[in-house]
Each structure stands twice: as C-alpha cells, then as structure tokens.
C-alpha cells in the first residue's frame, strides 16, 4: 500500500501567515517528508501562487513525490466561457500533472454562483461533454483521469446514483473515492465504495466529525447536518471497515490522507501521528 498526503489544510496556513511563501512552503513539504509520507497531492493553487516549477523543485528537494493533481474547475458561473474554452482548461491541467509527474489528475468542481439555475440533467450533460475528451487526452498522457464523490450537494454527484450517471456518460472516467463524503450522502462508505469500485483509481482516507455551530467550514449532508473533516480515527467514519473493503475489492493504488491537525500537538507530531494510524491500518512498516 502507497501513502500520500492532500496538504491544503497546511498550505493554507502557510498563506495566511504573511511570511516568505516559497520558505513556508519548502518548510511545508520539509515536514511532511519527515513524517514518512512518500508523496503528495498537489493542488491547482499551489501552481497559481508559486508556480509549476517552484512547487515541482519544491517536492522534488524533500525527497517526495507526487500522486496527484487536484485542479478545481467552477462549473455554473454567470461568466462560464465556450466549452471548447473549458475542455482546453481540463486539458492544460492535464498537461500540468504530467509535468509535476503525477499518477492521478482529479478534476474537482466548485459551484458558482449560477448553479441554482441549473438541473441535474444540465449539470451532467455539462460535466460529461468537458470531461471526456480531457480524459482521453489525460489517458494519452498515462494519468488516471478522476472525479470524486463531491461533497457540495449542489453539484449533483455526491450521491452513487449520481455519480455513476456521470461514469455512464462519460465512460473515460475513473473515481477517487472520498471516505469521508459517504457520510454527506447518508451512505455506509464501505456499501457506497463497493457500487464504483471497478472504476475506482484513486482513494481519500478522510475521517468526518459533526461541525460546531460556529464553524465556518463546513459541509452540508443531505440530512442537514454539517460535518468538518477531523484527524484520522478520531471522527465518525469506519475506517476500518472501508479500507478493508477496499481490499477485498482488488484495490491496490494510493490511498491519500486528507489532513488535519490534532489539537494540542505540533504539526510535526500531528503528520507523523496521521501517517502511523494511517500506516498500522493499511499494514505498512514504519520507516
């Protein structure tokens, strides 16, 4: 089993802190690879505030690789351009996970501020006619070209109805499966990974706990109920049961943690504290 790590919750205290970006950033990366990870997922704005080259230098000087590029993509904005102007933004993503030498480009949609307009047919014919052929492309290039079970209900693939609709009419398509976002959908994530199983390329181990009232990040379940990604096994989400399911599905890629700081410990000993839960669950050996 392979261990990679999303480090967005990181990279955005990096900003917010007002230093030296590339020093915060090399620290950043310093961190993770101390704590044992192998590689990372690096996301599209890493690239817009650093630049592929500083981010690719970045990973390669620690030691790490790079499992993934996560490109967020808006989808039903007021000012949406041509779909030809679309699929060549999905394929210069893909043209960027090949330079930083990734396995995997996520493709993640972000609602806007016209998706109320939309329908589910809207959104799936949308989604289908800009994504297959930057998954074709991508598959040229040897990614693996994925979406995810999407935590933003709005966008009509959180649910296993939804999202194979998509696989079905966009056949180029693999999954990355979100542990944590089964439980947006009111779903056991062992039940809902077994439905897309044969089409999943990518796994997120992500625990999930009940938001408090005055989060003001959070995601919406379709109860209502709003969750906040929490430390691995300290949340609501069976992770045991979901990687074992993983298992006995064939599953045999990358599994990457979605991180979070443990309260009252250092963010050394909080990644270094995720990759050993992480590891003991998978079988990996320490290193």
């Known amino acids: 089993m392979k261990i990679s790590i999303m480090t967005i919750s990181m990279l955005v205290r990096v900003l917010r802190s007002g230093g030296d970006l590339a020093a915060g950033y090399r620290a950043m990366m310093e961190k993770v690879a101390a704590a044992g990870f192998e590689a990372v997922d690096i996301t599209s704005l890493e690239l817009e505030v650093l630049g592929l080259e500083t981010v690719r230098q970045t990973v390669r000087e620690a030691g790490l690789g790079v499992c993934s590029y996560i490109a967020f993509e808006w989808f039903a904005r007021a000012d949406e351009p041509t779909l030809e102007t679309r699929i060549a933004q999905s394929k210069a993503a893909a043209d960027a996970a090949a330079a930083l030498g990734a396995e995997v480009l996520m493709l993640a949609p972000q609602a806007g501020d016209a998706i109320g307009a939309c329908t589910q047919e809207q959104l799936l014919a949308d989604m289908a006619a800009r994504w297959r052929p930057a998954a074709r492309y991508a598959k040229t290039l040897g990614l693996h070209p994925v979406v995810?079970?999407?935590?933003?209900?709005?966008?009509?693939?959180?649910?296993?109805?939804?999202l194979k609709a998509l696989l079905d009419a966009a056949p180029e398509l693999e999954v990355v499966f979100d542990s944590g976002n089964?439980?947006?959908?009111?779903?056991?994530?062992?039940?809902?990974?077994a439905q897309v199983a044969q089409r999943t390329a990518h796994v997120h181990l992500k625990d999930m706990a009940l938001a408090e009232?005055?989060?003001?990040?959070?995601?919406?379940?379709?109860?209502?109920r709003r969750f906040t990604g929490?430390?691995?096994?300290?949340?609501?989400?069976?992770?045991?049961?979901?990687?074992?399911?993983?298992?006995q599905a064939g599953y045999d890629g990358w599994y990457t943690l979605e991180y979070y700081t443990e309260?009252?410990?250092?963010?050394?000993?909080?990644?270094?504290?995720?990759?050993?839960?992480?590891?003991?669950l998978l079988g990996c050996a320490a290193p």
Do not use: H, I
């Open 263 to 280: 309260p009252g410990f250092t963010e050394e000993a909080s990644l270094r504290n995720n990759w050993l839960w992480a590891g003991q």
């Open 230 to 247: 929490a430390p691995l096994g300290t949340g609501l989400v069976d992770l045991p049961a979901f990687v074992e399911a993983t298992k």
């Open 148 to 162: 995810e079970n999407t935590p933003d209900a709005r966008l009509q693939l959180l649910t296993p109805p939804q």
């Open 182 to 193: 089964a439980l947006l959908a009111l779903e056991d994530p062992a039940a809902y990974y």
């Open 213 to 224: 009232a005055n989060a003001t990040m959070a995601d919406t379940a379709l109860d209502g």
